[in-house]
């Protein structure tokens, strides 16, 4: 099972069938179980058709995720009978995001005729969507 972030949103879960000789029927599909890392909830599934192409590989998009959190994602075929075993568990952030809040607490203070001192404080990591790697301080006359 592999997962990529497409965007701050959405990943998208990749995996191949088991092997033939470990099918014990005929797949009818997959489960894809995701949920928050950070969670004890259990794992919201989504239902795949199988594809009857030899080897081919499978694919479910995810969305309406939170930007820069992660998941974990775990895979399992079904056959009429009802459900095989749980892939090992892959886990994958979203993409980043812009911050949704500024910087708190601006003050600026006068050091000497030609120079201040600007200082803040960061947003908080809730909501930062991301690292923060920096600042945009701009100036001018007043």
Same mark, same amino acid.
């Given at each position: 099972? +592999? ?7 959405? @990943?998208?879960? *990749?995996? +191949? ?17 995701? +949920? @928050?890392?950070?969670?004890?909830? %259990?794992? @919201?599934?989504? *239902? ?7 080897? +081919?590989?499978?694919? @479910? ?32 952030? /979203? ?6 809040? %500024? ?11 030609? *120079? ?9 990591? /809730? ?16």
């Amino acid at each position: 099972v +592999k997962v990529e972030a497409m965007d701050q949103n959405t @990943l998208r879960v *990749t995996w +191949k069938p088991p092997e033939r000789d470990e099918w014990n029927g005929e797949i009818q599909g997959y489960y894809v179980g995701y +949920k @928050l890392t950070s969670s004890d909830k %259990p794992y @919201l599934f989504e *239902t795949v058709e199988f594809s009857k192409e030899e080897g +081919k590989e499978h694919h @479910l998009q995810i969305g309406n995720l939170k930007t820069y959190t992660q998941y974990s994602m775990v895979v399992q075929a079904f056959n009429k009978l009802g459900a095989g075993p749980m892939s090992d568990e892959a886990r994958q952030y /979203t993409a980043e995001g812009i911050p949704e809040q %500024p910087p708190q607490d601006t003050t600026c203070t006068t050091l000497t005729s030609q *120079t201040i001192r600007v200082s803040w404080v960061s947003p908080p990591l /809730t909501a930062a969507n991301g690292v923060i790697k920096g600042y945009k301080v701009v100036y001018g006359p007043s």
